[in-house]
């Protein structure tokens, strides 16, 4: 829940220094949703292979820590990935 409404603030932030149709924002703040869902499901899905794997103590100290760091980056690189595919660009960029 908590990378859910994490990266819907952070799309919704990212959308305002977006230049781009209105209805492109609004794609790109409902496309946060499912990617903050895949997100924390691998997330979820790799502590479980590293638990079964290296045993619950490795998994729930040292990868489940950082593993939310980064799966967060990746979720958060998918939704700028997302916008470049809307055709969203920075507000002064002209390409």
Request: proline fraction near 1%.
């Amino acid at each position: 829940m908590n990378t859910l409404i994490s990266l819907l603030a952070l799309a919704a932030i990212f959308g305002y220094f977006l230049k781009g149709r209105f209805y492109k924002k609004a794609v790109l703040l409902t496309i946060a949703i499912p990617i903050a869902i895949l997100a924390n499901l691998l997330r979820i899905v790799s502590v479980l292979v590293i638990a079964n794997n290296y045993g619950t103590e490795t998994a729930m100290s040292f990868f489940h820590s950082y593993s939310s760091i980064l799966l967060f980056l990746m979720a958060f690189v998918c939704l700028a990935v997302s916008g470049r595919l809307l055709g969203l660009r920075f507000r002064g960029v002209s390409s």
